[in-house]
């Protein structure tokens, strides 16, 4: 094992990890439902890297693979677990999952590997580094310190990870260890400008029209901007959850906004999913964690039950309890000024 580009805190788990991984033949890899760009990338990327060392690999998910992400190499190869019951696996390893709930597996797997701060710790070996901007990021350090050749389809599916998680490399934690890693996944045949092209500026009609009727919807009180999505309105245009992760992320681009909160009514009005993204300089996570959600500081969210207006009042006010927490921490720090000083006589 290459012992070089390991984070020295982490190799007694990443030993462990490449133990269970050369001793395992069948392996199954799961993610969360409602999958992202990183875990659909972190997925398939460990799912061709394994597959390059021998192994057989089952590729699951709960949810289908979005309508983003189905170009990449052997996405068609994604199901449900319920698909893959009667297969018989050595090693199930998580990804990109903050909470077992979520992968919607009954049995814990034994690895889990997440970079979210929220992360629940509820696997036999876990690897949990906030510190990475992206799981497909901790997949390739992964692949670089057991020593294995990363293929082009692996780089292409890490690099989807890594770009939608940084929204095009442009979040505050992309530093100079993550484009490195971009170099090397770019050096291994994958197409930075394509994979951009595709999951960031690419959007159906039908989600542009969404978004229009939910731009009319915008309210922003104290900082906070917020906008809701009928199920109606989903059921009109027939789109998915990759149209409101995109509306979540354009809506924190509003400078007059510290907090961005979208509300999506799911099924017929039972349950409300909610997205949250922040300013630099301001948490959501929190928020998102005491809802039973997770995510990062400044991108996170969570699913209530409940009707969309009784759900965004808690919300809503969850919000403000957090920002009040927030700016009152802030003031305890040394050296902290809420006014500029008086200068002059």
Request: proline share 5%; charged share 20%; glycine share 10%.
């Amino acid at each position: 094992m290459n012992q070089d580009s390991v984070d020295p805190s982490f190799r007694p788990i990443l030993e462990r990890l490449h133990e269970l991984l050369s001793s395992a033949q069948r392996i199954q890899l799961v993610t969360h439902v409602d999958p992202d760009g990183d875990a659909i990338g972190s997925l398939l990327g460990l799912g061709w890297l394994l597959g390059i060392q021998g192994k057989q690999v089952t590729l699951t998910c709960e949810s289908p693979v979005p309508g983003l992400y189905t170009w990449l190499p052997a996405s068609a190869q994604v199901g449900p677990g319920q698909s893959t019951a009667s297969l018989r696996h050595d090693l199930t390893i998580s990804l990109d999952c903050g909470d077992q709930r979520r992968t919607g597996q009954a049995q814990a797997p034994t690895v889990n590997i997440d970079h979210h701060v929220t992360n629940t710790r509820y696997g036999a070996v876990n690897w949990v580094d906030p510190a990475y901007v992206a799981t497909a990021q901790m997949v390739l350090s992964l692949a670089d310190a057991s020593s294995w050749d990363v293929s082009q389809p692996a780089a292409l599916c890490l690099l989807t990870g890594i770009v939608t998680d940084t929204r095009g490399l442009r979040t505050s934690n992309v530093d100079a260890p993550v484009l490195r890693a971009v170099l090397r996944l770019v050096e291994a045949g994958a197409p930075l400008a394509e994979v951009a092209r595709r999951t960031l500026d690419q959007r159906p009609l039908s989600v542009i029209r969404l978004w229009g009727q939910a731009m009319d919807r915008l309210r922003l009180d104290d900082g906070i901007l917020w906008t809701e999505v009928s199920h109606a309105m989903l059921q009109r245009w027939s789109t998915s959850e990759d149209g409101m992760t995109g509306l979540s992320n354009f809506l924190a681009g509003v400078c007059e906004a510290n907090v961005v909160a979208t509300f999506t009514e799911r099924d017929a009005g039972r349950t409300v999913d909610v997205g949250l993204r922040a300013a630099p300089g301001y948490d959501v996570s929190g928020v998102a964690l005491r809802l039973g959600g997770g995510g990062h500081p400044q991108a996170a969210g969570c699913t209530l039950e409940g009707e969309l207006a009784q759900v965004r009042e808690l919300v809503l006010a969850e919000i403000r309890r957090s920002l009040k927490e927030q700016a009152q921490n802030l003031s305890r720090r040394p050296g902290f000024h809420t006014r500029l000083p008086r200068t002059g006589a």
